[in-house]
């Protein structure tokens, strides 16, 4: 299985809703990532977990929350969203041993907040 | 700072033509590089990477340090290698990659 999981795929929230984006990933990857992508905008790294531990936030706003459960799972805890965060949400998983460095990533969810 | 530069938004070519989509990076110390694809509707997914030198899709990609660049070639384009094309940079210890803007290919018949 070289497949990450994005659900759900689409999601339309107020900005008074809480709601959580899920990634799974069957790999034995310890390195998971979330990345938002703008329209016609390349992805940027929002968060890095290794080891199921929180090791990079780019500064992202704390309505946005990671959660990593377990080695195989990353959440995403979105509450009070703006409407300029609308974006397509990218989670990908690496190695974080030995030679292979490729990220894979999932389908993303494609978040609208009105 | 670390930084990846692809000059081109959009490439436009006929069926056929050679391609050369166009990565600049800015590192201090060795660069590990990659080209990722993103056709329409599917996901993200490697293309190349610098250290395994190899061909794919008929694609190509040699690292040039003296000129930092990573230019992404192949001699006969085909419809099918319209897509959006990324240069990518590893940075740091955990595998963090670092994004060029971005460039659409679009091959016509």
């Known amino acids: 299985d070289t497949e990450v999981t994005q659900t759900p795929k689409h999601l339309v929230m107020g900005m008074t809703n809480k709601k959580s984006l899920k990634c799974e990933q069957h790999m034995g990857h310890r390195a998971m990532y979330w990345y938002k992508q703008k329209a016609k905008k390349p992805p940027e790294l929002m968060f890095v977990?290794?080891?199921?531990?929180?090791?990079i936030n780019e500064s992202v706003p704390s309505r946005f929350s990671p959660e990593c459960p377990n080695s195989s799972l990353l959440n995403l805890h979105l509450h009070a969203l703006q409407p300029e965060d609308s974006a397509l949400y990218l989670c990908?998983?690496?190695?974080?041993?030995?030679?292979?460095?490729?990220?894979?990533f999932g389908q993303g969810t494609r978040l609208t907040v009105v | 700072a670390q930084r990846v530069t692809q000059p081109e938004k959009l490439l436009s070519v006929f069926k056929g033509a050679p391609v050369e989509l166009k990565c600049n990076y800015s590192?201090?110390?060795?660069?590990?590089l990659f080209w990722y694809v993103q056709y329409s509707r599917q996901r993200l997914q490697l293309l190349l990477r610098h250290i395994s030198r190899e061909s794919i899709k008929g694609f190509t990609a040699d690292l040039n340090k003296g000129e930092t660049s990573f230019h992404l070639k192949k001699p006969f384009a085909q419809e099918e290698d319209s897509a959006m094309y990324y240069c990518a940079l590893l940075s740091g210890g955990y595998n963090k990659l670092i994004f060029g803007a971005g460039t659409r290919l679009a091959v016509h018949p």
């Open positions: 990908a998983s690496s190695p974080l041993t030995g030679m292979n460095t490729e990220a894979f």
């Open positions: 590192y201090s110390g060795s660069p590990e």
């Open positions: 977990y290794s080891y199921e531990k929180l090791s």
